[in-house]
């Protein structure tokens, strides 16, 4: 038999999902959600300097023509989201059902985080 592996979140992905569950703690309802849910993510990476120092394409980041397409991958950026939201938002992950998450530039970075729920 091989070696047994050890799963353990890279400091900086740890470090991701503390600030998201302290974020979203401040959000917290009065119980957890246990419905279904449908997410919607848009993350908003900062502009490159490169961006920043050429007009056209600054307005293609204005326009929604040029995204991100360097790290980190927006599955990665989902996960922590959705690690940071459990127990504090909802039950579990499992209960996502749908999910729509995007990645843009900004000069004001940030994640946006809609959930939509029933009763």
Do not use: C
Not at 7 to 34: C, G, M, N, Q, W
Not at 98 to 105: D, M
Request: aromatic fraction near 8%; hydrophobic fraction near 35%; glycine fraction near 6%.
């Amino acid at each position: 038999m091989g070696k047994g592996v050890s799963v353990r979140d890279p400091k900086e992905s740890k470090y991701y999902k503390s600030f998201v569950r302290l974020v979203a703690s401040e959000h917290a309802l009065d119980e957890l959600i246990t419905a279904p849910i449908i997410l919607h993510i848009d993350v908003y990476r900062k502009m490159t300097k490169e961006i920043m120092k050429s007009k056209k394409k600054y307005q293609q980041v204005q326009d929604g023509f040029l995204r991100p397409t360097t790290k980190p991958d927006i599955d990665n950026l989902v996960k922590g989201i959705k690690g940071g939201l459990s127990k504090v938002i909802w039950h579990d992950d499992s209960q996502v059902i749908e999910l729509v998450a995007r990645k843009f530039y900004s000069d004001k970075p940030k994640a946006v985080v809609t959930i939509e729920w029933g009763e």
